[in-house]
């Protein structure tokens, strides 16, 4: 892994980080915008374990944020799914534009 | 080219076409299967860092729980074989455009700045071989130690948080009896 310079992990991650961004803004599904989601918090993990390994080889500051954030997406995707699944009982539909009950 | 780095960008195109599909695919649950590739393929890159405790918990946490949970929730709220109505076209061209003009400034603050690694490894004798041990014994005892450096607290905290989320989950998607309200 030597002959890969950190900055292309880094251009993996920005680009995976987009990829996720053009999801959320062009998506109108509640599940497809959480995976757009995943895949966001995906790429902020590649980059930590990314500076771990190349810049701070004799640390483990990079392993546990990757943890941790691996914990929080857990739980965040966890509640989103409960929030969709009660939206749907009372909207029948898990569209962002059909749930306008609080917008105004 | 060594054979580590052809694995690495195979390996990240896979990820990024799997990534790619995975937000523009029309089927949901077709969306929901490139995201698990994605996600696959991502687990691989940490096996490449040897980083085998954090590709091992990516594959179990995402591919195994985040992934099959989606896929559930696909079941219970749609037909899975109805097409996703396309997004607005200005819609779509304008966050392709938003999305290309963020990328390209990030690739061009990440490929200007010069990654010196600091400390140690700076003086290491050709960086990337020396190290990390990280193993699950040692991730463990740090993120269990009380020292200065140990990550007790945060640790404690997303316990709660878990916990939260748990409760959390439970009570909101509850099914409340038509009678009472």
Excluded at chain 1, 28 to 38: A, D, H, K, P, Y
Excluded at chain 1, 42 to 59: D, G, T
Excluded at chain 1, 65 to 83: D, H, K
Excluded at chain 2, 153 to 173: D, K, N, Q, R, Y
């Amino acid at each position: 892994m030597n002959q890969v310079p950190l900055s292309h992990i880094l251009f993996v991650s920005a680009a995976l980080f987009f990829i996720g961004m053009y999801g959320l803004f062009t998506r109108r599904n509640m599940i497809t915008m959480l995976m757009s989601v995943e895949l966001i918090l995906n790429s902020v993990n590649i980059n930590f374990v990314a500076f771990n390994k190349y810049l701070y080889p004799e640390k483990l500051e990079g392993i546990f944020f990757s943890l941790f954030i691996i914990a929080i997406a857990a739980a965040e995707a966890a509640v989103a799914i409960a929030i969709i699944i009660n939206l749907y009982r009372n909207f029948r539909s898990i569209d962002v534009e059909d749930a306008g009950e609080m917008k105004f | 080219m060594s054979a580590s780095a052809v694995v690495f960008y195979i390996l990240s195109f896979f990820i990024l076409a799997a990534g790619l599909l995975a937000v523009t695919s029309r089927k949901i649950f077709r969306s929901a299967i490139w995201l698990l590739f994605s996600l696959t393929g991502i687990a691989g890159l940490y096996f490449w860092l040897q980083m085998e405790f954090i590709a091992a918990v990516q594959i179990v946490v995402y591919v195994g729980g985040i992934v099959v949970l989606i896929i559930f929730s696909i079941f219970l709220t749609q037909q899975s074989g109805k097409d996703l109505p396309a997004p607005v076209r200005s819609r779509a061209v304008f966050s392709a455009l938003a999305a290309g003009a963020g990328f390209a400034l990030t690739c061009l603050l990440a490929g200007r700045y010069g990654f010196a690694p600091a400390g140690h490894a700076a003086a290491g004798a050709d960086g990337g071989n020396m190290g990390v041990d990280a193993s699950v014994g040692n991730i463990g005892a740090q993120m269990l130690s009380t020292s200065e450096h140990g990550y007790v607290l945060p640790f404690e905290v997303i316990s709660i948080l878990l916990l939260a989320a748990m409760i959390g989950c439970i009570v909101i998607a509850i099914k409340t009896k038509p009678g009472d309200k």
